[in-house]
């Protein structure tokens, strides 16, 4: 799609009318500003492009439209996950059409670093004391591939992550 096609549709979906509804503004598209109307309208221009591409609906938590040191993005989860399992999609305008970019592959390596976590934690403290929370964040580009080390642990988990991202780490022990 590209600026012009965006511009000319003013018929807003459901869930735009909704989303305007939470933030108290009104669900007219006439009655909105020009900031309003980009930025409802980007919104769902973004969470369109996250459910074509992974075929499931997603929910909205919070867009930021481009500024002098950030890219235009906006941060959602899968319907079926929890809004901790935040998705974020960058969107850049080049050569007259919008590119995205999303890191929603960090929600699949979850479930991995865990259990490679747990395993670890478990050879120096019982199991059923042991509950593992995990955050991965995408830093950008240029480190892709690299296994992840943790600060805190002195061996290398060797897992590999597809786009170079932070990861933080907290084991909780109960007694």
């Not at 511009?7 to 503004?25: A, F, H, I, W």
């Not at 980009?38 to 930021?64: D, P």
């Amino acid at each position: 799609m590209d600026r012009e096609d965006e511009k000319v549709s003013t018929e807003l979906t459901q869930r735009q009318r909704e989303l305007l509804e939470e933030m108290g503004l009104p669900a007219d598209y006439d009655k909105l500003t020009d900031t309003q109307k980009n930025a409802v309208t980007s919104i769902e221009a973004m969470l369109s492009y996250l459910e074509s591409k992974y075929q499931e609906e997603f929910c909205y938590l919070s867009y930021a439209e481009a500024g002098t040191l950030e890219k235009e993005h906006l941060e959602a989860y899968p319907a079926s996950g929890t809004p901790s399992d935040v998705v974020t999609v960058y969107r850049t305008y080049e050569d007259g059409e919008y590119h995205y970019e999303d890191d929603y592959g960090n929600i699949g390596v979850r479930p991995l670093y865990e259990s490679r976590v747990r395993e670890f934690a478990v050879q120096s403290f019982p199991e059923s004391g042991i509950k593992v929370f995990s955050d991965i964040r995408n830093l950008g580009q240029g480190t892709d591939g690299q296994s992840v080390t943790l600060p805190i642990i002195e061996n290398d988990l060797s897992i590999g992550l597809d786009n170079g991202n932070q990861v933080e780490t907290v084991v909780l022990l109960m007694r």
